[in-house]
């Protein structure tokens, strides 16, 4: 197979004088400067998805895929609502629940918290976190005649000062209206388990009682909050959750795990944008390189360019030469930060050398999860910006007049 000359040209242009042997080093500079900064950027990108990968774990590890709740406030007929859904496609499984807010009070420290009563039998199916607890077990809660259980988060036994077993109280701030106002509702439980889903938001502010205790505690008789949801494609909620609520109609409306967290996961969205964009000056700055690298060339070849074009070489061939020669540069790097960059990823993701304090990220590791998007558009970006930084130079190369090169020869 026979290439054009402009390949080999171009290629021969990698070997310098040894009186002009700096531009070899140039090149090696710019290779280098291009391969740093795709490693750069394939490694980062890798680690911020492996944040939104855990984030969403973890998230989805508390939060049901989808809820069904009611402009009235509460869903009365859920049996009949839970039929309705599990005909559904998509859907997995489905339970009720409640919600309130309390105030859990033990000796002389208090905090509000999110209060929510599942059934035993069947809350389990809709959301991981009970299925992980560090001590203790839903069980308590199917047990008749005791002490009413309660399971709360790590963060906030250590707030209280809690360990297993301790009595606190529940204190709700809808209550009675007695002689001298509102009394507020108060009722004992015992710490029966403890969970830590990863996230100092719900581990702190978030603790589950069984159903029939939280109807009772809240004045909710039979109905409930709301109903949650499992489907069997979390990533699609939002299409399911749109045909949920088209179906069950008013007064039904329908959330899906993805709307009720959306400002978080448009902030990681945003910050992986902007560190894309600032990384990427690294190959802006190799690019430069680049440019002063042919132009030493075209500079160091002033000659040898005039001689190809008194050959009947065109001005367009000339240009084509330096064009090739930058992209091979560009190439070049792209090939050895790509490899830099999988190998990298893969030791983070092996031997986890680079250690967080797991009490303020609840990882002691950085997470990688490398993308094939981020594997073509990172390259994609690198030789573009290395085809830009080589038009200049070429079209210098392009426009020499090759009589003053040879006037004195």
Partial sequence: MSFPYHFFIARRYFRSKKKHSGISINTFISIAGVALGVMTLITVLSVMSGFHEDLQEKILGVNPHVIVMSYEGRVKEHESLRNELADMPGVVDSSPFIYGQAM??????????????????????????????????????????????????????????????????????????????????????????????GMFEYDSNLAFISMHEAQDFFKFNDSVTGIEVKLD?????????????????????????????????????LEKLVMFIILTLIVLVASFNIISNLIMIVIEKGREI???????????????????????????????????????????????????????????????RMNVADFIVVPAAALLITFLATLYPSWQAARLDPVEPLRYE
């Fill in 104 to 197: 859990l009070r033990y000796r002389d420290r208090a905090q509000g918290v999110v209060v929510r009563g599942i059934d035993p039998d069947i809350g389990i199916a809709t959301t991981d976190i009970l299925n992980n607890l560090k001590a203790g077990s839903i069980e308590y809660f199917r047990q008749e005649n005791r002490m009413p259980g309660i399971i709360i988060g790590r963060e906030l036994m250590r707030n209280l000062g809690l360990f297993m077993g301790d009595v606190l109280d529940i204190v709700s701030p809808v209550g009675e209206i007695g002689p001298l106002g509102m009394i507020p509702k108060m009722k004992k439980f015992r710490i029966v388990g403890y969970f830590e889903a």
């Fill in 233 to 269: 494609d979390p990533y699609g909620a939002e299409a399911h959750a749109a045909q949920i609520e088209l179906k069950l109609g008013p007064p039904y409306y329908v959330r899906d795990w993805i709307q009720m967290n959306r400002n978080l996961f448009s902030a990681l969205k």
């Fill in 306 to 368: 005039a001689i190809m074009k008194t050959m009947g070489a065109t001005s367009r061939g000339i240009m084509s030469i330096f064009m090739i020669h930058g992209l091979i540069i560009g190439i070049t790097g792209t090939s050895f930060g790509i490899i830099g960059g999988y190998a990298l990823c893969q030791l983070l993701k092996k031997y986890q050398f680079i250690n967080l304090p797991p009490d303020i990220y609840y990882l002691s590791y950085l997470p990688v």
